[in-house]
């Protein structure tokens, strides 16, 4: 499981009661044990809202399912936010205690006889708590590539549904978020997200035509009048 709270060494743990305590390391790992909690919680969000979606290859079909396509995005979007938070505060602690290793390393040295198979014994201790995380950074990154494909296809949904609604993508999320009480991204963030899988924002289409519907180029005109005489 993801989630797992890296293995830490019962010792290590008692004499950490508070956050102020905590090393460096350690606490920037329990900030990634909870944004992974929290994002786990928004897969589950989505796993809900897409199972109202009757059918994959249609898409969403009635206003239940096309809001249930907004919020499905709006989950996966979140989820993969906060899965890249606990990815960088694992990350962090990786730099944090291989840095600690590297001075307890050094104190063994300056330490009497009878103290340093204890300290030994301590950093064998972290170094397998170093190895498990750096396992678990790679479990966080499969399941961020495991949630980019589902985010492709929705994509695709919310541009219809948007072209159902006579909206802006932005608009619906924009809307879909104030009504989940979530907090809504600026419209650049907004744009951001959606052209990460390759549809472009209200904004940058406008440029592109002026805000004036696409006309057919002379080719396509061609084309249609060949295929009236054909038929």
């Not at 609604?165 to 619906?172: G, I, V, Y």
């Not at 009480?181 to 406008?206: C, H, I, N, R, Y």
């Not at 004036?212 to 009048?225: G, I, W």
Request: hydrophobic residues 35%.
């Amino acid at each position: 499981m993801v989630a797992e709270t890296a293995q830490i060494p019962a010792e290590l743990a008692a004499q950490q009661p508070a956050e102020q305590e905590m090393p460096d390391w350690l606490l920037a790992d329990r900030k990634a044990t909870i944004a992974l909690k929290g994002a786990e919680y928004l897969v589950s969000q989505y796993r809900m809202e897409e199972a109202k979606i009757a059918s994959d290859a249609l898409g969403p079909q009635d206003s239940e399912e096309q809001q249930a396509c907004m919020n499905v995005w709006i989950y996966l979007d979140k989820a993969v936010s906060v899965y890249k938070q606990a990815a960088d505060f694992l990350e962090e602690s990786q730099v944090k205690v291989k840095a600690c290793i590297k001075e307890m390393e050094l104190e063994v040295k300056s330490q009497p006889e009878a103290e340093r198979e204890t300290l030994l014994g301590c950093i064998r201790n972290i170094k397998g708590f170093k190895t498990h995380q750096a396992e678990k950074i790679d479990e966080v990154r499969a399941q961020i590539d495991r949630i980019h494909e589902p985010r492709k296809q929705v994509i695709e949904w919310l541009k219809q549904v948007a072209k159902d609604q006579d909206k802006t993508c932005e608009e619906l999320m924009t809307e879909s978020m104030k009504a989940l009480d979530m907090e809504v991204p600026s419209t650049e963030e907004l744009a951001e997200a959606l052209k990460e899988f390759g549809q472009e924002s209200a904004k940058e289409e406008d440029a592109k035509t002026g805000g004036y519907p696409v006309a057919e180029s002379p080719t396509e005109e061609k084309k249609k009048k060949k295929k009236g005489k054909k038929n």
